[in-house]
């Protein structure tokens, strides 16, 4: 994939992307400790009409996304550093399908290409874009991911949206770890002396298997099922143009209300719509919130699904798969 510098950044800083031989730029391992600033026998070479000059890459490039190749006056752009400084306006305005960049600690990355890509969906690459989505990108990824994003290193933001936090250094990691292996693994042996270390694996990894799938099952009745709605992106604005609490009221089905048992048992999780609304609220005080939101939503004709029951629930979701599918069809 060929990664173009956007013109925006070009306005603001000297460029020296000329540095960037054809495989670094297209396999993202750029950054920005290794630039490295083209020799006059590059220069030479691209005056003699080499192909394959490092400059005559970047003009190749930058004439191909209607990029600048030459100053106000006429001139050639001079050498330019690979990173440029991105101001929260610059960043604000890269917010569409079209140009959607975020920050993450202070960088800035053009992720409209890999939007279509992205394992999460498009919509949430276009949700965050234009923002400084730092704590949404650390709160669901790890290193494989950062990884993957270095690839789309543009710039570097200038300013702050939000607050932010370092790198996490090696007592938080430490600290994690500990947790981990004193909670699923120490734990056992020490409230069961001498038990197989064989039954205490098989017991963690059956206990991993059935809550992932039991969870997973419960978000997909919840969230991708046939009466929900699906929120569109506006293609000029790259905006989800409706109320966020609206939104998460419409995008959600509740079920089993009734059933005291289903409510414990998923942890309030069937009251979803009230559960997105109000996260900060207490899962045993949240039926208790259902009532009001239900007619309150009736008030303002928002639609509230829910299902009598779990198994209704996973039934729209079943309904969901078996239309998508189908062939594409006009209804």
């Known amino acids: 994939m060929s990664l173009a510098i956007p013109a925006v950044l070009?306005?603001?800083?000297?460029?020296?992307a000329a540095a960037l031989?054809?495989?670094?730029?297209?396999?993202?391992?750029?950054s920005e400790g290794n630039t490295r600033q083209s020799s006059p026998d590059a220069e030479d070479s691209d005056a003699n009409g080499s192909p394959d000059g490092p400059d005559a890459a970047v003009l190749r490039r930058r004439k191909a996304s209607n990029l600048p190749t030459s100053s106000s006056s006429g001139e050639r752009c001079p050498q330019f550093n690979a990173l440029a400084d991105v101001s929260l306006e610059q960043l604000a305005a890269a917010n569409t399908s079209s140009k959607a960049w975020v920050a993450v600690r202070g960088k800035v990355y053009n992720l409209t290409k890999f939007a279509s890509r992205h394992p999460g969906g498009k919509a949430i690459i276009l949700m965050g874009a234009g923002k400084d989505v730092t704590p949404l990108f650390e709160t669901s990824h790890g290193p494989m991911e950062e990884r993957t994003l270095s690839k789309f290193l543009v710039g570097t933001l200038v300013g702050k949206a939000v607050p932010s936090f370092p790198v996490a250094d090696e007592f938080s990691k430490t600290l994690k770890a500990a947790f981990f292996f004193a909670s699923r693994l120490a734990l056992p042996f020490?409230?069961?002396?001498?038990?197989?270390?064989?039954r205490v694996l098989g017991a963690f990894a059956v206990s991993d298997a059935v809550f992932s799938f039991t969870f997973g099952l419960i978000s997909q009745a919840s969230h991708v099922v046939e009466d929900v709605e699906f929120p569109t992106i506006d293609p000029v604005t790259g905006n989800v143009e409706k109320d966020w609490m609206r939104l998460q009221v419409e995008t959600a089905q509740d079920y089993a209300h009734d059933s005291a048992v289903t409510t414990f048992l998923v942890g309030a999780?069937?009251?979803?719509?009230?559960?997105?609304?109000?996260?900060?609220?207490?899962?045993?005080?949240i039926p208790q919130i259902a009532p009001i939101v239900i007619q309150t939503c009736k008030e303002f004709g928002v639609k509230y699904n829910i299902k009598p029951t779990l198994w209704q629930a996973i039934g729209g979701?079943?309904?969901?798969?078996?239309?998508?599918?189908?062939?594409?069809?006009?209804?």
């Open 317 to 331: 979701h079943i309904g969901l798969l078996k239309l998508m599918g189908e062939p594409p069809h006009e209804h």
């Open 190 to 198: 020490y409230i069961a002396p001498g038990v197989s270390p064989i």
């Open 10 to 16: 070009l306005s603001t800083v000297p460029l020296s």
């Open 21 to 30: 031989t054809e495989s670094e730029l297209s396999d993202g391992s750029y």
């Open 269 to 285: 999780l069937n009251f979803q719509a009230v559960h997105h609304l109000f996260p900060q609220v207490a899962q045993p005080y």
